[in-house]
């Protein structure tokens, strides 16, 4: 069973010392998630749809969770699969959304002269440390506030993976980087093989806020 307490005077901090079936992180109360989720769910730019299904919330260990969370199995429309279905909290719906009618499938006709039809979904909500790495920060996946993509199959058959395409076939290689430079346009951390040893093998892209503003991007 897990164990949590509070680590500092503040109660700002709270350290959750992980189970036999889990790691430990570091986690911080932070209002804004909760604001930014309630206004997003209330502004209604999220709609369920056959590919897009509201769920329960999703609450704890510590601050892990969601208020509303969306099961989301395909975007633009049903046209681009999500395999896995992804568990992801208000805010990254639109901007998923985005990314891939804006930037994804553009690519895909551009570079590969086919239509996209899947995204493969390497992970999405889990309640765990940074880069899995016991004793870190809690990753955004625990606020089901992350997305991380590790290939793209085309609609004839292909698949292109971030693992051997990166740095392999010219066309793939451009077509992924255009992918991943596309999603800094809207998701605040984007991260790729060239950020480090733990994204050698897929796209992670999330809408945390980063430095004191809460307004620096990262994306590398
Ligand atoms: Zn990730």
Not at 4 to 33: D, K, N, Y
Not at 107 to 118: C, D, I, K, S
Request: charged content about 20%; hydrophobic content about 40%; glycine content about 10%.
């Amino acid at each position: 069973m897990s164990r949590v307490r509070v680590a500092l005077p503040l109660l700002a901090l709270i350290t959750l010392w992980g189970c036999s079936s889990g790691p430990e992180f570091v986690a911080r109360h932070e209002p804004w998630r909760v604001e930014e989720e309630s206004a997003c769910l209330a502004s209604g730019v999220v709609r369920e749809n056959p590919f897009l299904r509201g769920r329960s919330a999703l609450g704890g260990p510590s601050v892990c969770g969601a208020a509303k969370p969306f099961e989301m199995s395909a975007a633009s429309l049903g046209r681009v699969s999500l395999k896995p279905a992804a568990l992801l909290r208000c805010p990254m719906i639109p901007q998923i959304e985005r990314w891939v009618e804006t930037v994804v499938e553009p690519a895909a006709r551009r570079y590969l002269g086919t239509p996209l039809a899947e995204i493969k979904v390497a992970a999405s909500y889990a309640c765990r440390p940074i880069n899995h790495q016991s004793g870190g920060k809690l990753s955004e996946h625990g606020h089901a506030n992350a997305l991380d993509v590790s290939g793209f199959v085309l609609a004839d058959g292909r698949t292109v993976t971030v693992k051997a395409g990166w740095n392999g076939d010219p066309r793939e290689s451009a077509f992924l980087m255009a992918v991943h430079k596309g999603a800094c346009e809207g998701f605040t951390t984007v991260l790729g093989p060239n950020a480090d040893r733990f994204h050698h093998d897929h796209f992670h892209l999330d809408l945390a806020r980063h430095g004191r503003d809460g307004l620096t991007r990262i994306c590398k």
